[in-house]
């Protein structure tokens, strides 16, 4: 069943390219609009630009996972899982990286491209990349829990963010705290290794709480 289930989340993403390339335009259009609002001081963007990659990102995650469960529920799929033998929580663990990784992923890998575009310092770029790997998937399973919140309520575009943002600052603050330290030439370990801590606690408890929380969206 497990693989069955995997073959068909990647065949969703597949069958509607615009889970792909919608948050990859959407980045760039966002990255590309500062530098027309900021002027051209090179060195004022090259400093700024890192803050804005991050909040970019936060944006681009809740647009991905804003009704991440709506198809499921509006097709029954839900309850399918819930009253299933299976294990729930490793089906919600698999959709948690898929998203993750159809969304996010492809954002991640053309950030060395933005550095160019923007100047960005090979140990500043290093950085980045580092800390949107360890906390793009902490930012994907917060904005699945707010979907998985907010399931049941008809009207839940501005209540998902607004559940899911204030849980996104602990991500934003290490990650520009490690990026500032690279630049000032300070070491940045402390803030790597909170940020691997969060994900070491998010990724595997996520499944476990998006399990209850679904099983009362659906009771409600």
């Known amino acids: 069943m497990n693989s ?16 792909i390339f919608l948050p990859l335009i959407f980045f760039f259009l966002v990255i590309s609009i500062f530098p027309l609002v900021i002027g051209p001081n090179k060195s004022l963007i090259a400093k700024i630009i890192p803050g804005i990659i991050w909040i970019t990102i936060i944006f681009t995650s809740l647009l991905s996972s804003s009704n991440f469960f ?8 839900i309850e399918m899982y819930l009253t299933s033998e299976k294990s729930i ?4 663990f698999l959709k948690i990286i898929i998203c993750w990784f159809f969304t996010i992923f492809p954002i991640i890998i053309f950030i060395p491209i933005v550095s160019i575009m923007f100047n960005i310092s090979l140990h500043t770029l290093t950085t980045i990349f580092l800390t949107l790997l360890l ?4 930012l994907v399973s917060i904005g699945i829990f707010g979907s998985a919140l907010t399931m049941g309520i008809s009207k839940n575009n501005i209540l998902g963010p607004i559940i899911t943002v204030p ?6 603050i290490f990650s520009a705290s490690a990026i500032e330290s690279v630049s000032n030439g300070l ?8 940020l691997l801590s969060i994900l070491l606690l998010i990724l595997p408890t996520m499944p476990y709480l998006l399990k209850y929380t679904l099983r009362i969206s659906i009771n409600n």
């Open 167 to 172: 849980f996104y600052i602990p991500v934003l």
């Open 4 to 19: 069955i289930i995997f073959k068909k989340e990647i065949y969703t993403y597949f069958r509607n390219l615009n889970y």
């Open 70 to 77: 709506k198809d499921d529920y509006n097709n029954g799929i």
């Open 135 to 138: 906390g793009t998937p902490v």
């Open 187 to 194: 070491p940045y370990d402390l803030q790597i290794y909170v």
């Open 89 to 92: 929580e490793f089906i919600l």
